[in-house]
Each structure stands twice: as C-alpha cells, then as structure tokens.
C-alpha cells in the first residue's frame, strides 16, 4: 500500500479512498442500511431529539421542507424528512458535490422501505398501537417540560409537525418489536454459518480503479462514470489492458500509480458499505462490476482472501445489524405488491428494483 495511503486507524488515508469512518452512522440512523434498535424509551427519546436537532449543511436537496419527494401508499415523504435523515447522517462531512445525489438517493430509498415496513405492521396487526405512540409522546413531552421546554416549542424550532414525530416514534417502537421476533439464536447461528466470510474476521486484499467527476461536472456525470467504468472492466475481461494499467491510466485515487493496491481491508469499519460488500462477495482475481459510492465510482480487484477465525458471540452486534438489514429488505419487498410507490422526481432516487439513479428532471 502506498505511503499516506494505509488504511489502518492509526494511518491517514487522502479523499477519495472511501472511508466509512467519513459517513458514520449515529444510533438509531440507517444511512448505510443499519436498523440498531433502541433498548428503550429513554433511548428511543435522545434519538427523537437528536434527530430534531440535525443542522442544515451543504448535501441537503434543494428544496422546500414542504415539498412531497414520494408518496408509499398516498402517504407523503417530504423533502424535510430527507433533509433531517441526511443532516443527522453527515454530521458536517464533505462529499463531491457530483456524487451527492447518490447518497441523497440512499436515505430517500431507506425511508421508503421504512414506511413499507410499517404498513406490513399494520396490515398485519403487528405495529405499534396509538396507545403505545401516545405514551411515548406524553413521556417526551415531560422530558422536555424538565429541560425547562415545551414539545411545542421543540417542534416549532425544529421545523417538526407533530404528523412527523408521530410517525418516527411509530417506527422506533414497531421495529424494535418486529426485530425482537426476528433475531433468535437459531436465525443468527444460519445466517453466520450462510455469511462466515463476512463475519469472522476475513480480510481480502484489494485493488481498485476510481472516477470521480469533473469538480465543475454535472450531476448527471455520475451515470455517465459508470459506463465508462464498465467498458474499462469489458477491456480488463478481454485481456487488452491490466488492471494494473487501468489503474494508472484512468484512477484519480492516490493508488493508482502503485496499480490502484490498497492492501487488506476488514468487512467492516473501514471502507464504505457498497464498497465492502462489493469487495467481500468476489473471489480471488474477480472483479466487480461499477460500484457507487459517495466518493465516485470504483472497479474492484479481490487479489487475495485471508480466512478470519472468529467466532459468532465475538460478532453478534454485527450479525444483528445484518439480520436487521435482511428484514427489513424483506418486509419491504413483501409489502411492495399492496402499497404503491411513486415518485415525484423532485429528488434524486434509484429506479425501482434497480440502483439505477434517477435524476431530477429525467
């Protein structure tokens, strides 16, 4: 791995090399697809506030809070709510302006598969009762009467309806129950014996091949990286150019004059999530399809495997995460067939059953 290039804590790595450490996810959020459940109400609370108290910054949409982005089910996402999710997600990091719309696109996608999950609840008598919500609102209302506030003036300063705490509060509390059922012992021990690779400590040895629009590019030049990555990959497969060339003929990463190496990297904690999982399901000398990140768009080389040796109480807090994320894709997909998704094309979003990103205006 090339100096200031190491991906290990203890060493710098330049922009550009995707770092998951550049978009952590605080507890409670899901910018890289992780649904953690709240142990309880008081937990379920300092999210809801911190949530209310994300700032504006740069890589929010452009719009209006009020403005409707989606609809699930005639239901209403506003661009608000994306704003808020994005806002508590970045925390104040940059991105390429040019590849923000992908990650616009993420949180949107994620919302949506979340308001699918809580109409699967309804419909099947398994979410949490206006009871329940009730009680949660009164408890944050007393909460805050003690912090020497009023939930009105919180909703008010936090450009919040109380529709919209409603609705995450109904979120928290039917998750954290459809999770309960679903992470029993027997589940998690398949699916660490299903993902080993994943779980138990593996490093693969990587390469990799990153474009990067044009500073002064337009959004739109993210679609266009992705077809020129994929004929870079078709030159690879055809035996015309390395990957080694390839890497220094078209990578704007700091790799690519050592052949785009980066060295061993972890399934997690280090890179970007679509990264990662791009590089962890190839074999040994495979290389992927176009990845996108919100760094650019990557083609990665799996040069080596080293089996980890982990077992599954060392990693059950990351198997969680991942039996979380499969549900909450299934709930979403089971309830696709009985509530309608539409978009309004005032934002960024993937195509339906694609990662196709659609742009505003298309």
Same mark, same amino acid.
């Given at each position: 791995?090339?100096?200031?290039?190491?991906?290990?804590?203890?060493?710098? $790595?330049?922009?550009?090399?995707?770092?998951?450490?550049?978009?952590?996810?605080?507890?409670?959020? /899901? +910018?890289?697809?992780?649904?953690?459940?709240?142990?309880?109400?008081?937990?379920?609370?300092?999210?809801?506030?911190?949530?209310?108290?994300?700032?504006?910054?740069?890589?929010?949409?452009?719009?209006?809070?009020?403005?409707? @982005?989606?609809?699930?089910?005639?239901?209403?996402?506003?661009?608000?709510? $994306?704003?808020?999710?994005?806002? @508590?997600?970045?925390?104040?990091?940059?991105?390429?302006?040019?590849?923000?719309?992908?990650?616009?696109?993420?949180?949107?996608? &994620?919302?949506?598969?979340?308001?699918?999950?809580?109409?699967?609840?309804?419909? /099947?008598?398994?979410? %949490?009762?206006?009871?329940?919500?009730?009680?949660?609102? &009164?408890? +944050?209302?007393?909460?805050?009467?003690?912090?020497?506030?009023?939930?009105?003036? #919180?909703?008010?300063?936090?450009?919040?309806?109380? %529709?919209?705490?409603?609705?995450?509060?109904?979120?928290?509390?039917?998750?954290?129950?459809?999770?309960?059922?679903?992470? /029993?012992?027997?589940?998690?021990?398949?699916?660490?014996?299903?993902?080993?690779?994943?779980?138990?400590?593996? &490093?693969?040895? @990587?390469?990799? $091949?990153?474009? =990067? *629009?044009? *500073?002064?590019?337009?959004?739109?030049?993210?679609?266009?990286?992705?077809?020129?990555?994929?004929?870079?990959?078709?030159?690879?497969?055809?035996?015309?150019?390395?990957?080694?060339?390839?890497?220094?003929? #078209?990578?704007?990463?700091?790799?690519?004059?050592?052949?785009?190496?980066?060295?061993? $990297?972890?399934?997690?904690?280090?890179?970007?999530?679509?990264?990662?999982?791009?590089?962890?399901?190839?074999? %040994?000398?495979?290389?992927?399809?176009?990845?996108?990140?919100?760094?650019? @768009?990557?083609?990665?080389?799996? &040069?080596?495997?080293?089996?980890?040796?982990?077992?599954?109480?060392?990693?059950?807090?990351?198997?969680?995460?991942?039996?979380?994320?499969?549900?909450?894709?299934?709930?979403?997909?089971?309830? =696709?067939?009985?509530?309608?998704?539409?978009?309004?094309?005032?934002?960024? #979003?993937?195509?339906?059953?694609?990662?196709?990103?659609?742009?505003?205006? =298309?």
């Amino acid at each position: 791995m090339p100096p200031g290039e190491t991906l290990a804590d203890k060493q710098p $790595v330049p922009p550009g090399e995707t770092l998951a450490d550049k978009q952590p996810v605080p507890p409670g959020e /899901t +910018l890289a697809g992780k649904q953690p459940v709240p142990p309880g109400v008081a937990s379920l609370l300092a999210a809801i506030l911190a949530l209310g108290a994300a700032a504006p910054q740069e890589g929010l949409l452009p719009l209006e809070p009020e403005v409707v @982005v989606a609809t699930v089910g005639g239901e209403p996402i506003c661009a608000g709510e $994306v704003n808020r999710r994005i806002g @508590v997600s970045l925390k104040g990091r940059k991105y390429e302006r040019e590849v923000l719309p992908v990650l616009q696109a993420q949180v949107l996608a &994620d919302l949506i598969d979340r308001r699918l999950a809580l109409a699967y609840a309804r419909r /099947t008598q398994s979410g %949490a009762s206006e009871e329940e919500i009730d009680k949660a609102l &009164d408890e +944050l209302g007393r909460k805050l009467k003690a912090q020497g506030q009023s939930l009105a003036d #919180h909703l008010g300063r936090h450009k919040l309806s109380e %529709a919209e705490l409603r609705q995450e509060i109904a979120w928290r509390l039917t998750w954290q129950r459809l999770l309960a059922r679903y992470w /029993t012992d027997s589940r998690l021990k398949s699916y660490f014996e299903a993902h080993r690779r994943e779980f138990d400590g593996t &490093d693969v040895t @990587v390469s990799h $091949v990153l474009l =990067r *629009p044009k *500073p002064d590019g337009d959004a739109r030049a993210v679609e266009d990286l992705v077809k020129r990555a994929e004929a870079i990959r078709q030159e690879i497969a055809a035996g015309r150019l390395s990957f080694e060339e390839a890497a220094k003929k #078209h990578s704007a990463g700091p790799s690519g004059k050592e052949g785009g190496r980066l060295g061993a $990297v972890p399934r997690r904690g280090v890179m970007d999530e679509a990264f990662s999982r791009a590089a962890f399901a190839l074999e %040994a000398g495979q290389v992927s399809p176009p990845v996108k990140t919100p760094f650019g @768009v990557h083609l990665i080389r799996c &040069d080596a495997i080293t089996p980890g040796r982990k077992l599954l109480e060392e990693v059950r807090p990351e198997l969680e995460e991942a039996l979380a994320r499969e549900l909450l894709e299934k709930l979403a997909r089971a309830q =696709r067939q009985h509530t309608p998704v539409e978009f309004t094309g005032k934002a960024p #979003h993937f195509k339906p059953g694609t990662k196709e990103l659609v742009l505003p205006g =298309r």
